[in-house]
């Protein structure tokens, strides 16, 4: 979706396609994008100076991810549970906490024809996903149209990539497992406040329950893309939608269409 919808909307404004499923982000396959950029991601990981500690456990005590631990001479902090929010040497009342950088990941940027193109990539064994996903938006020119692939679920990597979008497009199936993730997606855009449109894809296997669904809550189904062996051969191919079948691409075209249409609208009654 993604990719196919990037690259039908080139030629017509400045399209950015933001790669933010960062654990393992594939948009580069389809795109075959040159990239010209790396740069490193670092996580800030306390650093504890205990000549000036107290051992008063401020810190650890407000820290979510159990990443300190006070004993009573000794301060002991485990990088790979912190997610560097920041907290602790924030709140430490002696100043003894000072942050180093601890790389996770990278972001890359680079271009494919006529598609800017950014990816963040997690380091393996490293859990602050979010972090990268942040990174990857800090490249956002807002001048343009602005793609993000997101990850699937609902965890805190999808609220970091969604958040402070116009927009966000719900992809499922029209199955029992497809409706349940549906559902739980539609709860967390809802509560961020994001206006929200659904693509089902491959129609013909499951049930109506998910078109149900839309029409029970008020969502609005965009486009619906038939269960289809080409789609799936183009697919394993790293050939994106409208390229493999290029008659698609008019369907992607009317679907931002659509998007510009809803989103215009609720900016109008916000
Ligand atoms: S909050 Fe600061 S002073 Fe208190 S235990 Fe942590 S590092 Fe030490
Ligand atoms: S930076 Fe945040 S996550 Fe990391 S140890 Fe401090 S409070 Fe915990």
């Known amino acids: 979706m993604a990719t196919s919808l990037a690259l039908s909307l080139r030629g017509r404004a400045k399209v950015q396609l933001l790669d933010c499923d960062v654990e393992?982000?594939?948009?580069?396959?389809?795109?075959?994008?040159?990239?010209?950029?790396?740069?490193?991601?670092?996580?800030?990981?306390?650093?504890?100076?205990?000549?000036?500690?107290?051992?008063?456990?401020?810190?650890?005590?407000?820290?979510?991810?159990?990443?300190?631990?006070?004993?009573?001479?000794?301060?002991?902090?485990f990088p790979e549970l912190c997610h560097g929010c920041g907290a602790?040497?924030?709140?430490?009342?002696?100043?003894?906490?000072?942050?180093?950088?601890?790389?996770?990941?990278?972001?890359?940027?680079?271009?494919?024809?006529?598609?800017?193109?950014?990816?963040?990539?997690?380091?393996?064994?490293?859990?602050?996903?979010?972090?990268?996903?942040?990174?990857?938006?800090?490249?956002?020119?807002?001048?343009?149209?602005?793609?993000?692939?997101?990850?699937?679920?609902?965890?805190?990597?999808?609220?970091?990539?969604?958040?402070?979008?116009?927009?966000?497009?719900?992809?499922?199936?029209?199955?029992?497992?497809?409706?349940?993730?549906?559902?739980?997606?539609?709860?967390?855009?809802r509560k961020l406040g994001i206006t929200c449109g659904v693509v089902i894809n491959r129609v013909g296997v499951g049930n109506e329950k998910v078109e149900r669904y839309c029409n029970e809550q008020g969502i609005p189904i965009l486009l619906r893309i038939p269960l289809d062996r080409r789609i799936a051969v183009f697919y394993s191919k790293g050939i994106p939608l409208i390229q493999g079948i290029p008659e698609w691409r008019n369907a992607f075209l009317g679907l931002f269409r659509d998007i510009e249409e809803i989103v215009t609208a609720s900016q109008v009654t916000k």
Not at 46 to 65: L, S
Not at 135 to 143: M, S, Y
Not at 164 to 184: A, I, K
């Open 24 to 77: 393992e982000p594939n948009d580069h396959i389809f795109l075959h994008a040159a990239i010209n950029q790396s740069q490193p991601v670092f996580l800030p990981i306390p650093k504890i100076d205990e000549t000036k500690c107290t051992y008063c456990g401020k810190c650890a005590e407000v820290c979510a991810y159990n990443a300190i631990a006070v004993m009573k001479k000794k301060v002991l902090v």
């Open 88 to 189: 602790c040497s924030y709140l430490c009342p002696e100043s003894a906490i000072s942050e180093e950088g601890k790389q996770i990941g990278v972001v890359e940027t680079g271009s494919s024809v006529g598609v800017d193109f950014i990816q963040g990539k997690l380091a393996v064994g490293e859990i602050a996903a979010p972090f990268v996903i942040r990174e990857v938006k800090n490249h956002i020119d807002p001048a343009g149209i602005v793609i993000m692939d997101v990850p699937p679920g609902t965890s805190c990597p999808v609220v970091e990539a969604v958040k402070d979008s116009d927009f966000c497009l719900l992809v499922t199936e029209p199955t029992p497992f497809g409706l349940n993730d549906l559902s739980l997606a539609v709860e967390v855009v």
